[in-house]
């Protein structure tokens, strides 16, 4: 008898390019994948004929179908098909719900292994040449989510908001003003902020800012999930931060005296 498998693997963050080797090659030899709505439905191209290709999206709180009714899904295939694969957006340790589905397949008795994807806390403001650490600017960074599984803002940003870490934030946009009014009671008013909607993928969009504009610049360029959230003084080297400090040095140059 065939050992039956679950394999979660990391879709990576929007660009179908952005996956690994081993991930394509567990792709091909899938009997079902279950994907999330954040994994570029692109990477299905590399299942076999006959492989199952189901979609089990969570987005925005509203979900196609609830962790629970996945997990049942796991279970229920397992008993047909060999390798299952559950496709998550980035990487399925971070903020993928991972957890759960391992111990429900490990409780039905099926072999659990994981890729590492590229997460898109870290590919995101990468690929907009926002370095998360820089020598002389930071020394860490942090990666949180905005809300917490009850909707209230994570007690998380309250500390990060008092450090000198770069502060990632997922799932937050809902929450945009108030996260930045703890911020702002910090004394961050002036740090500068980027947003940066579908990261990674031909729908990206980035706005940036300081902690006290971000919320009006993200209405008015209609910013919305899914969205990274950077806070920190790494987010002056994106290109347009320092085309606008020169602009500025220039404009203030050219002053009549
Ligand atoms: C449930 S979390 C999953 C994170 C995922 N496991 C990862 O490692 O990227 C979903 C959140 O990730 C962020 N996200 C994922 N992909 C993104 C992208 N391409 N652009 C911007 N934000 C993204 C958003 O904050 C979104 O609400």
């Not at 397949?105 to 099926?110: D, E, M, Q, S, V």
Request: net charge neutral; charged share 20%.
């Amino acid at each position: 008898m065939k050992l039956r498998k679950l394999v979660l693997i990391g879709a990576g963050p929007g660009d179908p390019e952005l996956i690994t080797i081993k991930a394509i090659r567990y792709l091909k030899q899938a009997d079902v994948i279950l994907y999330d709505a954040l994994a570029n439905e692109e990477l299905l191209n590399y299942a076999a004929q006959g492989c199952i290709t189901r979609f089990v999206g969570k987005r925005y709180g509203c979900h196609a179908l609830s962790q629970e009714e996945i997990n049942s899904l796991i279970v229920e295939y397992s008993r047909q098909y060999c390798t299952i694969v559950r496709l998550k957006g980035g990487d399925p340790f971070v903020f993928g719900r991972a957890q759960e589905e391992i111990e429900t397949a490990r409780a039905a008795g099926i072999k659990v292994e994981v890729i590492p994807g590229i997460s898109s806390a870290l590919a995101v403001p990468a690929t907009q040449l926002i370095p998360l650490t820089c020598r002389g600017i930071n020394e860490s960074f942090w990666i949180t989510t905005g809300t917490t599984k009850t909707g209230e803002i994570s007690i998380d940003i309250k500390w990060a908001a008092q450090s000198s870490a770069t502060v990632i934030i997922l799932m937050a946009m809902s929450k945009l003003e108030a996260i930045m009014e703890i911020f702002s009671s910090y004394g961050k008013e002036h740090t500068p902020v980027a947003i940066i909607q579908n990261g990674t993928t031909k729908d990206e969009k980035m706005i940036a800012g300081t902690v006290k504009d971000i919320f009006f610049r993200a209405s008015a360029a209609n910013i919305s999930n899914p969205a990274i959230i950077v806070v920190g003084e790494v987010v002056n080297l994106h290109p347009s931060m320092i085309t606008q400090a020169i602009a500025t040095q220039t404009q203030g140059q050219l002053q009549p005296r």
